[in-house]
């Protein structure tokens, strides 16, 4: 339960790339990559345009240039967001405390949700921006393709975050149902340093000691004859 519910493998184990590239939320991770790349590629490389009568360059988005570096802001983070969650996934079978997976599981989920927000901002942002635009302002219609290209991938990338947070959730969840999530699990077959406590026997009355009457075998029990009995010669 332990292995399924906070990652590939089993606690302290080998890392296994098969085992994570079928998660489904290292697949939603290496998507979300993709497109933080598209977005913040987009914009940087045709985002910005220029006019023979302006030295300056100006932004896409209805020449707002909070627009443009919203949007190469967010997918820049994001990308590095998501180098860093890839990295903790493969780390993740190595983690020994379950109170550490626990702490791995819940960041997930709130840096996900997270994401999905900035996302569905940021679409909003260029969507607005982009039917705004003037177009004055570009007459040939430079980096159109790129403009729309990165208020799609935002659009996907809301969706893409929002399974991260969702897929982290129902982890969450099944590793609540589990002993192991509450505390650091140790297989008693594998502690040698516990010696055996003795049997306590339950007192019936009052015991000054408080700990009951302690177990001891009688001296006679396997004596090959009982005590204080003679054998008689007829």
Known sequence: ???????????????????????PHTILRVVSWVFSIVVFGSIVNEGYLNTPSEGEEFC????????????????????????????????FP??????DRKKAVLSDIGVSAFWAFLWFVGFCYLANQWQVSKPKDNPLNEGTDAARAAI?????????????????????????????????YMDPSQDSSMPYAPYVEPSAGPDPA???????QPANAFDTEPQGYQSQGY
């Open 1 to 23: 339960m332990e292995g399924g519910a906070y990652g590939a493998g089993k606690a302290g184990g080998a890392f296994d790339p098969h085992t994570l590239v079928r998660q």
């Open 94 to 99: 190595q983690i020994s405390s379950v109170k």
């Open 152 to 184: 799609a991938f935002s659009f996907f990338s809301i969706f893409t975050w929002a399974g991260q947070a969702v897929l982290a959730f129902k982890r969450y969840q099944i590793g609540a149902d589990s002993a192991l999530f509450s505390q650091d």
């Open 60 to 91: 896409i988005y209805n020449r707002n240039p909070n627009a443009c570096s919203y949007g190469v802001t967010v997918g820049v983070l994001a990308f590095l967001t998501c180098l860093l969650y890839l990295a903790l996934d493969v780390y």
């Open 210 to 216: 408080g700990m009951g009457g302690t177990y001891q």
